[in-house]
């Protein structure tokens, strides 16, 4: 049976990967891990909490190898904009360095932990295709507005480790495809304070992002590269 492995599960875009995965056929074996507990409307989904510490990582990705799991899919749903210590700053007075910590911390070295404890699991599995949710306001060529600082940086930083570890991946685990996506503005917690002014058809649902993302994945297969592409499936410049 396949097996899909979700990170971040309690965010609105990875429940919907959940709900999309669990309707399709044949059955599929769910792995989730979040911070919270499971949502009592998740059903059939074997869930873990996590701290997200280094600790945590390695301990949980242990359980899955003693216990056998290999993945065919793992979505990596991690990301912050803005909570109770950050918002997005607007201007270089703004910058605070616990904050800058704060945001890198999430969406960048986290993530990147995961990639590194999951490698030796990976490198088993027959094929496996590994999306860390990125962000086209990472990218430098496309920045023509400026702003956002940590945010930006963040995700910048994330797609260069995201290339390292694809560089890495390619030689220790050829099977595994990364793919650095970007969902478009979905109407979520996480961007809902900053998508008043965005026009209705370009404000997603999580629904929607979850099927363009799945359908993504089908198209791709493991070459050695990572790839950065937007919910259309088209590229995105680094």
């Known amino acids: 049976m396949n097996s899909s492995l979700i990170i971040g599960s309690n965010s609105h875009i990875a429940q919907a990967i959940i709900c999309r995965i669990q309707e399709a056929e044949p059955p599929e074996k769910i792995i989730a891990v979040s911070r919270g507990q499971q949502p009592a409307e998740l059903e059939g989904v074997d869930w873990y909490q996590s701290d997200y510490s280094e600790s945590s990582i390695a301990e949980l990705v242990k359980r899955f190898m003693d216990s056998a799991l290999t993945f065919n899919r793992v979505f990596i ?18 910058l605070n360095s616990d904050a800058i910590q704060h945001v890198f911390q999430i969406n960048a070295i986290t993530p990147a932990l995961w990639l590194k404890h ?67 503005t979905t109407d979520t917690p996480l961007s809902r304070p900053f998508s008043k002014q965005v026009p209705e058809h370009k404000l997603f649902q999580p629904d929607f992002v979850a099927e ?4 993504i994945l089908e198209q791709l297969e ?12 088209q590229r995105v410049d680094w």
Request: hydrophobic share 40%; net charge positive; charged share 25%.
């Open 222 to 233: 493991p070459d050695g590269e990572l790839s950065f592409l937007d919910w259309q499936g």
């Open 77 to 94: 749903c991690l990301g912050i904009l803005h909570d109770q210590k950050v918002s997005p700053e607007k201007r270089l007075e703004e």
């Open 118 to 184: 999951l490698l030796p699991l990976l490198k088993q599995a027959r094929g496996c295709k590994v999306t860390i949710f990125s962000a086209r306001v990472g990218s430098i060529g496309d920045n023509h507005l400026g702003g956002w600082y940590s945010y930006r940086a963040s995700k910048a930083g994330l797609n260069m480790l995201l290339k390292s570890t694809a560089v890495e991946y390619a030689r220790r685990a050829p099977n595994v495809k990364l793919l650095a996506f970007h969902p478009g």
């Open 212 to 215: 363009q993302l799945l359908k």
